[in-house]
């Protein structure tokens, strides 16, 4: 299967750790770049940095710039960094409101409740990565 690279942006060490733990559990050839902070994330994706990222799992509630905030600079990009990238919306809050708001964003591929588990991961990959097992 060929190496995803993920990218976990969370201000949480502790989610940041579980999820790491799942991901490594589905695929242990992932790449996992952790930012503590969208901001950080944010200047990581504008600079083109390598390795770009297929996959992120953007957290709603973080302090400075929260999950919405990122998702309305993050659509601002160039589409050339944005192109081949998706974004999963791993939340504490299932509030319904939540849920709606995040179906308004085309860039976003996904929302799923924390845990990150074995199961929710394998059914992203099923999803979404499908095609890359079968090139191989």
């Known amino acids: ?18 999820t790491k733990r799942v991901i490594k559990q589905n695929d242990a050839d992932d790449i996992i770049i952790t930012m ?8 990581y994706l504008e600079a083109g940095t390598v390795p770009k990222p297929d996959l992120i ?6 302090p400075v710039m929260d999950g919405w905030e990122f998702l309305d600079r993050y659509c601002k990009l160039d ?13 504490t809050s299932g509030d319904p409101a939540h849920v709606q708001r995040a179906k308004t964003w085309d860039c976003i591929s996904e929302y799923i409740m924390k ?9 992203l990959s099923d999803k979404y990565f499908v095609a890359s097992r079968e090139v191989l």
């Open 1 to 18: 299967m060929q190496k995803k690279i993920i990218m976990i942006i969370d201000d949480n060490p502790h989610d940041n750790f579980f």
């Open 36 to 43: 503590e902070s969208a901001v950080l994330a944010l200047e």
């Open 57 to 62: 799992f953007l957290d709603i509630y973080m």
């Open 79 to 91: 589409a050339d960094l944005r192109i081949g990238l998706m974004i999963v919306m791993l939340a």
């Open 115 to 123: 845990p990150l588990t074995i199961e929710k991961m394998e059914g």
